[in-house]
């Protein structure tokens, strides 16, 4: 089946995320990803992380024979990340500490997480997206 994927920026977030949360149940699987946003001049991500995640998450989503739906949340620039009040650090449904971050998110909750140094691992994806 093929992907659904959402994106969001900070300031679109809540209203793509009520869509997100109002189609939850047409999907096996739905994941939220925090990820860093692209240097204009190099359209790269500026975090070597989400460079070296998001072709491994988005390969083993789009191979999983389920339903699975992504919503991509972009964190901003650099400086905007680095804030401490940014707004998807302070929220307390999520509590990021850095990018990549890979949710799975059932049930109206947070029901597993990849951090920055995990959500590569091919492994470690395979189990989240199995629900375990």
């Not at 500490?97 to 109206?108: A, F, S, Y």
């Given at each position: ?68 739906a992504l ?62």
């Open positions: 089946m093929p992907m659904k994927t959402l994106d969001a920026t900070v300031s679109t977030f809540e209203g793509v995320f009520e869509k997100f949360r109002s189609e939850a149940a047409n999907n096996k699987a739905n994941f939220i990803l925090f990820l860093a946003d692209k240097d204009p001049s190099t359209n790269l991500s500026w975090c070597p992380d989400c460079v070296r995640a998001e072709p491994v998450i988005y390969k083993k989503l789009e191979a999983s024979p389920d339903n699975v919503l991509r949340a972009y964190v901003g620039d650099r400086p905007t990340w680095r804030n401490p009040q940014h707004p998807f650090r302070s929220d307390s449904k999520f509590s990021l500490k850095g990018v990549p971050t890979l949710i799975l998110w059932e049930d109206g909750a947070v029901k597993g997480r990849l951090e920055d140094h995990e959500a590569h691992v091919e492994s470690k994806i395979d189990t989240l997206l199995s629900g375990n």
